[in-house]
């Protein structure tokens, strides 16, 4: 059973930044595409992050938190990273950590292509 753990939530004044962390079980973390999405509330939950089992670094990001947000992956530690940047109050959600469904996926945005989710992080952004 894949366990995916996030940390590193919390309160931060617009324009203060915050780094969440996902910790993933299993093996084989190396061949799996990762994402990271939110919920707000009253919202659906929408892709943020995604970052590609590929060595070759693949990314890809919402248009709303790009050049902001960084997605990387440490595969020895067996976690994916959100470093959040220039946070605004419309970035306050519940942040999920997801792994794609299937070995080998390509870049995945939608939340129909991850099949193991963490339990969420908050995030608030508000002076």
């Known amino acids: 059973q894949v366990q995916l753990v996030e940390s590193g939530g919390g309160l931060v004044q617009p324009g203060g930044s915050l780094r969440l962390s996902c910790a993933a079980s299993?093996?084989?973390?190396?061949?799996?595409?990762m994402g990271w999405f939110r919920q707000a509330p009253g919202k659906e939950r929408e892709f943020v992050a995604a970052?590609?089992?590929?060595?070759?670094?693949?990314?890809a990001y919402a248009d709303s938190v790009k050049g902001r947000f960084t997605i990387s992956r440490d595969n020895a530690k067996n976690t994916v990273y959100l470093q959040m940047n220039s946070l605004k109050p419309e970035d306050t959600a519940v942040y999920y950590c997801?792994?794609?469904?299937?070995?080998?996926?390509?870049?995945?945005?939608?939340?129909?292509?991850?099949?193991?989710w963490g339990q969420g992080t908050q995030v608030t952004v508000s002076s």
């Open positions: 997801a792994r794609a469904r299937g070995l080998y996926v390509n870049i995945a945005t939608r939340t129909s292509e991850y099949d193991y």
């Open positions: 299993g093996r084989t973390f190396t061949y799996y595409t």
């Open positions: 970052i590609s089992w590929k060595g070759d670094g693949s990314t």
